[in-house]
């Protein structure tokens, strides 16, 4: 499976973003995704995640914020980020994981993305 994001930039505080990562290869409806991020000097983290049933997980810094989704159709995950804050600043990363059974691990998932910057400045 390839993940390819998009949808990042520079935004401002309280802004709103969207971020897509298109999936090609095997089929994607086979797969949990997930979203995770990683700040300047600082570890990978979760974000969210969408079971293949379409069951969502959060952070809880993002709950409330941050919605996931996904369309089979279109291969396509999304995340769906409101009211951005500047802690919010990271990159964003997309994975598809086989069988993913704590979803805020990265070690679950098998396939990573190359990432989109997203910058919310104050």
């Known amino acids: 499976v390839q993940l390819v994001e998009s949808g990042g930039g520079l935004v401002q505080a309280g802004d709103s973003l969207r971020l897509s990562c298109a999936a090609s290869g095997r089929t994607f409806s086979g797969y949990s995704m997930g979203w995770f991020r990683q700040a300047p000097g600082k570890e990978r983290e979760f974000v969210s995640h969408?079971?293949?049933?379409?069951?969502?997980t959060y952070a809880s810094s993002m709950k409330g914020r941050f919605t996931i989704s996904r369309d089979s159709a279109k291969n396509t995950v999304y995340l769906q980020m409101n009211s951005m804050k500047p802690e919010d600043t990271a990159v964003y990363y997309c994975a598809a994981g086989h069988t993913v059974v704590v979803p805020t691990m990265a070690a679950e998932y098998n396939y990573w993305g190359q990432g989109t910057q997203v910058t919310v400045s104050s």
């Open positions: 969408i079971s293949l049933s379409g069951g969502t």
